[in-house]
C-alpha cells in the first residue's frame, strides 16, 4: 500500500529529525526571541519577556473580546448579546498589543518561522486548549489562505501556528476539504460592515468533515468576520461545533 509507505517514510524522518532538532538544541539552547537571554523552559522566550506578553485574561465568552478588569468572569460583550456569532466558543491567548503586534509581524512580514514555533507552542500549552473539549471527534482547521497569497508568502501562518497544537492534543490537521476560493482585499482598514461584505462567499467547504467539532486557527482576530463567515459554511456542510482559538484577539478602540 503506497499508504503505509508514506507513513513509513514520515516516522523515519520524524526520527531523523527529532536527534536533529535534539543536537540542534545542545549546539544551540534555546534563546528568547526578544531580548537574546537564555529561554525557559526549551522555548525561545525568556522569564523577563514572558511576564510582559499581553495575556488576554478577561474576555468575551463569545468571541474572546478582551473586556476590563473590572468585568466578571462569563460575561458577554454587548456586540455578541445582539448578535451571537456563528461559532459556538472563542478563546485568544493575548490581547493584539505590543509586543504581541510585533512577533506577529515579524512572521508575517519578515517570514520569521521560530517565531511560530514560539507562539504555536504558547498555545499548545495555555489553558485555550484546556477547555476545549475533544468528545465529539475534533479537527484544527487552520485558516485557509488564497492560492496566490499562499505562493506570495510561502506559507500559511495559521498552520504554522498550529502545528504544535496538533503535535500535543492529537487532533488532525485539515488542509483539504476546506478552500478560500476567492481573493479578498485586505481587511485592514475596513469597518465592521465592509469586512463582512469582503469576506462573504470567500469560503467552500469541498467535501464533508470527519469530524463533528473544528476548532478554527487564526494569528489575529479583528472583527471576527472572517471566522464567522467560515463558521458559517462549515455549519452548512453539517459541522455541529465550532471553536474559534486564536493567538491575538483585537482589544476595541
Ligand atoms: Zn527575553
Ligand atoms: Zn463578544
Known amino acids: 500500500m503506497p499508504r503505509q509507505g508514506v507513513f513509513a517514510k514520515m516516522d523515519i524522518q520524524g526520527f531523523f529529525s527529532s536527534i536533529a532538532r535534539s543536537a ?3 549546539l544551540y539552547p534555546p534563546r528568547c526571541l526578544m531580548c537574546a537571554r537564555p529561554g525557559l523552559d526549551g522555548v525561545d522566550l525568556c522569564e523577563h519577556c514572558h511576564q510582559q506578553l499581553p495575556f488576554n485574561q478577561i474576555a468575551c465568552m463569545a468571541c474572546a473580546l478582551p473586556l ?6 462569563g460575561a458577554v460583550c454587548g456586540r455578541c448579546q445582539k448578535k451571537p456569532p456563528r461559532y459556538d466558543q472563542a478563546f485568544s491567548l493575548f490581547s493584539y498589543e505590543q509586543p504581541v503586534i510585533w512577533l506577529i509581524q515579524q512572521l508575517k512580514f519578515n517570514e520569521k518561522l521560530a517565531h511560530a514555533r514560539l507562539l504555536g507552542e504558547l498555545i499548545a500549552e495555555s489553558d485555550c486548549v484546556t477547555k476545549i473539549s475533544d468528545d465529539e471527534g475534533v479537527c484544527i482547521l487552520p485558516v485557509p489562505l488564497f492560492k496566490k497569497r499562499l505562493r506570495q508568502r510561502g506559507f500559511n501562518q495559521s498552520i504554522e501556528l498550529a502545528r504544535a497544537l496538533s503535535k500535543k492534543t492529537g487532533w488532525p490537521m485539515e488542509l483539504q476539504r476546506v ?5 479578498t482585499s485586505a481587511q485592514t482598514g475596513l469597518d465592521a460592515k465592509e469586512r463582512r461584505k469582503n469576506i462573504r462567499g470567500a469560503f467552500e467547504v469541498l467535501e464533508a468533515l470527519p469530524q463533528k467539532h473544528v476548532v478554527i486557527i487564526d494569528d489575529v482576530v479583528t472583527t471576527g468576520s472572517t471566522a464567522n463567515e467560515l463558521s458559517r459554511v462549515l455549519k452548512k456542510a453539517g459541522v455541529e461545533k465550532i471553536t474559534v482559538l486564536s493567538l491575538a484577539r483585537a482589544p476595541l478602540r
Open 179 to 183: 478552500q478560500r476560493v476567492r481573493e
Open 24 to 26: 540542534v538544541q545542545l
Open 68 to 73: 476590563p478588569p473590572n468585568i466578571s468572569e
